[in-house]
C-alpha cells in the first residue's frame, strides 16, 4: 500500500525554523519526483517546491525563495523540507505528493499524504 506521512509540523514563533519529513513506503522513492504543497485557511492548496528523483529542486512560490530547501534521502525513503526565517503568511497544512514520475514536470499527482500543520505566530 502507497503511502506518504508528513511529520515535524507545529508552533514556532517568526523567524523560527521548521524541518518538515515525508516517509515514503510502498513504492520506490527513487523513481519518483516529490512536492510539497501548503494550504493556508481560506486560500487554494499551492504547490511550494519539488525535487526530482536527480535531486533537482523547482520553487512553484517566489515568497519562500532563500528560505526553504528541500532534500530527499532516498535509503531512508525520506523527503525532508526545511524551512527558515518562517512567517505568519507561511502558516498552512503542507502536503508532499508523489508525482506520477521521474520529473517535477510531470502534471500527475499519484498520492497525497494527509498533510501536517504549520503554525508561525508569536
Known amino acids: 500500500q502507497v503511502q506518504l506521512v508528513e511529520s515535524g509540523g507545529g508552533l514556532v514563533q517568526p523567524g523560527g525554523s521548521l524541518r518538515l519529513s515525508c516517509a515514503a513506503s510502498?513504492?520506490?522513492?527513487?523513481?519518483?519526483?516529490i512536492s510539497w504543497f501548503r494550504q493556508a485557511p481560506g486560500k487554494e492548496r499551492e504547490g511550494v517546491l519539488c525535487?526530482?528523483?536527480?535531486?533537482?529542486?523547482?520553487y512553484y512560490t517566489d515568497s519562500v525563495k532563500d528560505r526553504f530547501t528541500i532534500s530527499r534521502d532516498n535509503a531512508k525513503n525520506t523527503v525532508y523540507l526545511q524551512m527558515n526565517s518562517l512567517k505568519p503568511e507561511d502558516t498552512a497544512v503542507y502536503y508532499c505528493?508523489?508525482?506520477?514520475?521521474?520529473?517535477?514536470?510531470?502534471?500527475?499527482?499519484?498520492?497525497w499524504g494527509r498533510g501536517t500543520q504549520v503554525t508561525v505566530s508569536s
Open positions: 525535487i526530482s528523483s536527480e535531486s533537482r529542486s523547482i
Open positions: 505528493a508523489r508525482r506520477g514520475g521521474l520529473t517535477c514536470d510531470d502534471p500527475f499527482i499519484a498520492n
Open positions: 510502498g513504492f520506490t522513492l527513487d523513481y519518483y519526483a
